[in-house]
């Protein structure tokens, strides 16, 4: 704490107990916490906990979202992506809400509690919403029949899971990173290889989720298929709660919040406007800035600190760190567009890559048929087994080589993903050539519902090198946009990146509207189209791979100009 001695004897002498507390933090009650008896892996083991069985629950709805779509409720192929796509992007959006919600106003503690409730109550209606009956048995042209009291109810079930989401994902990351010291040199290790245990384990979990959900889904029961994640987000947040009394919260401070911050030094900055060059300059010297090299970044906030009066007694000058606050926000900007690129391409992996598969030859055995679904479990297996060899034998051997704690640096953690899914994109295209090859040998293009005699397994390695990517893209930015954030904007740094994700699948939605528009219509088949053996989603995949090869280049030109907040992040 600030002042030892108000929590000791007052003999003025320093004890191991008294060095022990952890600054700027207290407990449930408020107290001030002791180092050996709070945060750290005791308290993140709940938090994970809790998120994997989050994150078992959102991948159990969906992972085989288009599947339901095109069966039970008889959407078009194109039109059940476009849904795909709109509701994952509107998902990822939403974190920025929840993000804000609990930076401004609730904290990241209640707002997950809060956000648990929700989601409880969605995926309880989106269970009930398929016990709704349905004329559509009795309807001429059932095929093309969607049950409206079932789709709408479905469909408010669906967005109330992405609201709630909104709430939970970015404020849990944020909430657990929170619970590591990063003044703490033991402690600040530990938060760097939190991201990539984080990452492990909301991988695991879903893995085997999706596995068993689909297969209950396709085989058993929709409605059991979404009701098992309900019950699991129950014991979620009993879990979350148990952990309460090993968490460390933030310490309240009368200094203005984050956001009130950053716009004042912005409005300041426009007020100040006609400020010249002169005067910047002189403030700058004055406040010890004019040699540090992220001072010359968007040097027109630097105008934020000059006062046209000569005085601050109103509170209108920003200090140095306002503006260097202000500053870290918009260098962050260049990298975020640049890494749109790898959400457009991660929102094929539930969509056209599970369409894919369905038409392929899916047997094991005799009497067994894998879920196309399922295969999506093979970016979590991926994952699951790069990640500790990432952890355990890549950063040590490059830590050595580059004398940096990380091994290699965030940005270059972030790029090596993208050009490893850019990679991805370009195996789909050559699989899906090929499995279009088979199905014009064997006379089956004009039979949609027939199964090309290609086994299912042709679609490995798209999948393990899109894990592939996520180890690295996915947990690189994960760090980046929490570490890179002032600390009382933690969660909007992690809603950031979940917002990649977001307005990836919207792009995606966008590509695939125009794709379907121009080249298709007249009767004629287009590369996207309802019988998959008649389209050409290759075509569309050597579009997206040339998509991310562009993104991709835009992204080592902003990495190159980029300057970290933090000497551990260079």
């Known amino acids: 704490m600030k002042n030892d001695?108000?929590?000791?004897?007052?003999?003025?002498?320093?004890?191991?107990?008294?060095?022990?507390?952890?600054?700027?933090?207290?407990?449930?009650?408020?107290?001030?916490?002791?180092?050996?008896?709070?945060?750290?892996?005791?308290?993140?083991?709940?938090?994970?906990?809790?998120?994997?069985?989050?994150?078992?629950?959102?991948?159990?709805?969906?992972?085989?979202?288009?599947?339901?779509?095109?069966?039970?409720?008889?959407?078009?192929?194109?039109?059940?992506?476009?849904?795909?796509?709109?509701?994952?992007?509107?998902?990822?959006?939403?974190?920025?809400?929840?993000?804000?919600?609990?930076?401004?106003?609730?904290?990241?503690?209640?707002?997950?509690?809060?956000?648990?409730?929700?989601?409880?109550l969605a995926l309880a209606l989106?269970?009930?919403?398929?016990?709704?009956?349905?004329?559509?048995?009795?309807?001429?042209?059932?095929?093309?029949?969607?049950?409206?009291?079932?789709?709408?109810?479905?469909?408010?079930?669906l967005y109330l899971v992405a609201f709630a989401q909104g709430g939970h994902k970015p404020c849990v990351q944020a909430f657990g990173a929170d619970q590591f010291d990063a003044d703490d040199p033991e402690e600040l290790k530990s938060k760097s290889s939190f991201f990539n245990w984080w990452y492990f384990g909301l991988v695991a979990g879903p893995t085997v989720g999706i596995i068993v959900l689909s297969y209950i889904q396709d085989n058993l029961s929709w409605g059991l298929g979404f009701g098992i994640p309900c019950v699991m987000m129950?014991?979620?947040?009993?879990?979350?709660?148990?952990?309460?009394?090993?968490?460390?919260?933030?310490?309240?401070?009368?200094?203005?919040?984050?956001?009130?911050?950053?716009?004042?030094?912005?409005?300041?900055?426009?007020?100040?406007?006609?400020?010249?060059s002169l005067e910047i300059s002189a403030e700058e010297e004055a406040s010890g800035i004019m040699h540090h090299q992220d001072s010359q970044q968007f040097s027109f906030l630097n105008k934020a600190l000059v006062s046209r009066g000569g005085s601050n007694e109103d509170g209108t000058v920003c200090s140095t760190d306002e503006v260097e606050e202000a500053k870290a926000i918009l260098r962050l900007i260049p990298i975020w567009i640049s890494c749109l690129g790898y959400g457009i391409v991660f929102a094929q992996t539930s969509t056209f890559f599970t369409k894919q598969g369905a038409t392929m030859d899916r047997s094991i055995g005799s009497t067994f048929e894998i879920p196309p679904a399922t295969l999506q479990s093979f970016i979590g297996l991926s994952v699951i087994i790069l990640i500790p060899i990432y952890d355990t034998i890549l950063v040590p051997l490059t830590r050595a080589i580059t004398n940096k704690p990380s091994g290699i640096t965030m940005l270059q953690r972030i790029g090596t993903g993208i050009f490893i899914s850019t990679i991805s994109m370009g195996v789909a295209a050559i699989v899906e050539t090929k499995r279009l090859k088979v199905a014009r040998e064997y006379g089956l293009l004009d039979d949609p519902n027939a199964m090309v005699p290609m086994k299912i397994w042709w679609l490995l390695p798209q999948y393990l090198l899109a894990g592939a990517g996520d180890v690295f893209t996915m947990v690189g930015m994960q760090e980046f946009f929490y570490d890179q954030m002032p600390s009382d904007l933690k969660s909007i740094g992690l809603a950031l990146y979940l917002c990649i994700m977001g307005i990836g699948s919207f792009l995606s939605s966008f590509i695939i509207s125009i794709v379907d528009k121009t080249t298709g219509g007249n009767g004629q088949d287009g590369w996207i189209s309802d019988n998959m053996n008649r389209g050409h989603v290759d075509y569309f995949y050597y579009l997206l791979a040339g998509i991310s090869a562009v993104a991709f280049v835009m992204f080592i030109y902003a990495s190159k100009y980029y300057v970290y907040n933090r000497e551990r992040g260079m």
């Open 5 to 120: 001695n108000d929590n000791g004897t007052g003999t003025g002498v320093d004890s191991p107990l008294l060095n022990n507390f952890v600054d700027g933090v207290v407990d449930y009650k408020g107290r001030p916490v002791l180092r050996s008896k709070s945060g750290c892996w005791r308290s993140a083991y709940f938090i994970i906990g809790v998120e994997v069985a989050e994150r078992i629950a959102y991948y159990g709805v969906s992972s085989n979202l288009i599947t339901y779509l095109t069966g039970p409720l008889g959407q078009s192929t194109a039109t059940a992506a476009e849904n795909v796509n709109v509701w994952a992007g509107t998902a990822s959006l939403l974190p920025l809400v929840g993000a804000f919600i609990a930076d401004a106003f609730l904290g990241r503690y209640l707002t997950v509690i809060l956000a648990s409730l929700l989601y409880i």
């Open 126 to 157: 989106l269970a009930f919403s398929t016990l709704i009956p349905s004329d559509c048995t009795n309807s001429i042209g059932a095929s093309s029949c969607s049950p409206q009291l079932q789709v709408i109810v479905f469909f408010i079930s």
């Open 234 to 276: 129950g014991f979620a947040l009993i879990m979350f709660l148990f952990g309460t009394v090993t968490y460390r919260f933030g310490e309240k401070t009368q200094e203005k919040n984050a956001f009130a911050r950053i716009s004042h030094v912005f409005v300041t900055a426009a007020r100040n406007r006609r400020v010249t």
